[in-house]
């Protein structure tokens, strides 16, 4: 199976929204709910911020919000701010046992 | 939280295998799945394959011909053997925990290059 796919890059300005889609097929997510996002600093190990589609982990600010229709998913920054700034990789639970990661995107704050 | 510490030899040969140890702090592993996920420099991430202690073990199908996946309950670790290694090998491993559908716990991650 293929890796899902992102767009390379997207940017938005100090405290506007911007959005990231994460398309694959209706066998890449399995017809399941388990979509995930990671945040990703420079020479940092990524870090969780979604998981089943749209569920926040603790500590994680309420401006990131993920959805999932059909055969893609997208996360929404809202409010950007410089923090906000790094590479954002989807992951979803593809059934039998297995995982897919996205292709990854770098987010510019302008 | 659980801790994770990923180990193991910066540089390997080509055709030779890679071998690395994931350690785990502060919780025990046979409580949870355990999974190695790859990124080779400057691309995206790669999910190697998953184990929990009593034996269930998952591998990406682009892998599974040369992967090995292993937890030690005794030492607390999780293991990853890559054999036939090729510099397309060369990568940040990270050791990662997985929970709920999803990989909530990541270790630094350790660069593995492939070279002679």
């Known amino acids: 199976q293929s890796a899902l796919t992102q767009p390379p890059s997207a940017s938005g300005s100090l405290g506007q929204s911007v959005t990231i889609s994460c398309a694959g097929t209706?066998?890449?997510?399995?017809?399941?709910?388990?979509v995930s996002w990671y945040q990703q600093y420079p020479g940092k190990a990524p870090k969780l911020i979604i998981y089943?589609?749209?569920k926040r982990p603790s500590g994680v600010p309420d401006r990131f919000s993920g959805s999932k229709s059909g055969s893609s998913a997208s996360l929404t920054v809202s409010g950007l701010q410089a923090e906000d700034e790094a590479d954002y990789y989807c992951?979803?639970?593809?059934?039998?046992?297995?995982?897919?990661f996205g292709t990854g995107t770098k987010v510019t704050v302008l | 939280q659980v801790q994770l510490q990923e180990s193991g030899p910066g540089l390997v040969k080509p055709s030779e295998t890679l071998s690395l140890t994931c350690t785990v702090s502060g919780g025990s592993i046979s409580s949870y799945y355990w999974g190695w996920i790859r990124q080779p420099p400057g691309k995206g991430l790669e999910w190697i394959a998953y184990?929990?202690?009593?034996?269930?073990?998952n591998y990406n199908p682009s892998l599974e011909s040369r992967a090995t996946i292993s937890a030690d309950t005794s030492k607390n670790q999780v293991d990853l053997k890559l054999t036939s290694v090729t510099p397309a090998d060369t990568a940040i491993y990270y050791c990662a925990r997985l929970g709920g559908f999803t990989f909530p716990d990541w270790g630094q991650g350790t660069l593995v290059t492939v070279s002679s």
């Open positions: 992951i979803s639970y593809a059934g039998s046992n297995y995982y897919v």
């Open positions: 184990t929990h202690f009593g034996g269930s073990v």
């Open positions: 209706s066998t890449d997510f399995g017809g399941y709910s388990y």
């Open positions: 089943e589609v749209n």
